[in-house]
């Protein structure tokens, strides 16, 4: 009986890796979902995604700005009104997130689908 030739395993891209747990985590794609969409105020993120704590979308803001993948912008009205948007940097991730959108719609039931199959 031959031995099987031992294959060396796929070496994992650390750009790769690196952007994949960047915009994988919690509630990081729902915030660029939203923001592809529309520069958005603080309250209208927090609207627009359910579930989501002030605090942890003001975590994950401040990661996406230092990241260079966020922009936040102050505007000296009365009151002070804050904005956020994406920078070139985040728009390029805008044909990511379409995809992973349409394979969603495909791929991922609904919620009403799921409480009908109960």
């Not at 994992?12 to 890796?17: E, S």
């Amino acid at each position: 009986m031959r031995a099987r030739p031992t294959m060396a395993p796929p070496e994992l891209c650390r750009r790769f890796h690196r952007a994949s747990e960047l915009i994988g985590r919690r509630w990081t794609g729902a915030i660029l979902f939203v923001l592809t969409k529309s520069r958005c105020r603080f309250a209208v993120l927090r609207q627009a995604i359910p579930q989501i704590t002030d605090r942890m979308l003001s975590e994950r803001l401040h990661e996406l700005e230092a990241e260079g993948i966020v922009v936040r912008t102050v505007i000296p009205e009365t009151p002070v009104r804050v904005e956020y948007a994406l920078t070139r940097k985040g728009r390029a991730l805008g044909a990511a997130i379409d995809a992973i959108t349409r394979w969603a719609h495909v791929w991922i039931p609904a919620d009403d689908d799921r409480r009908s199959r109960r």
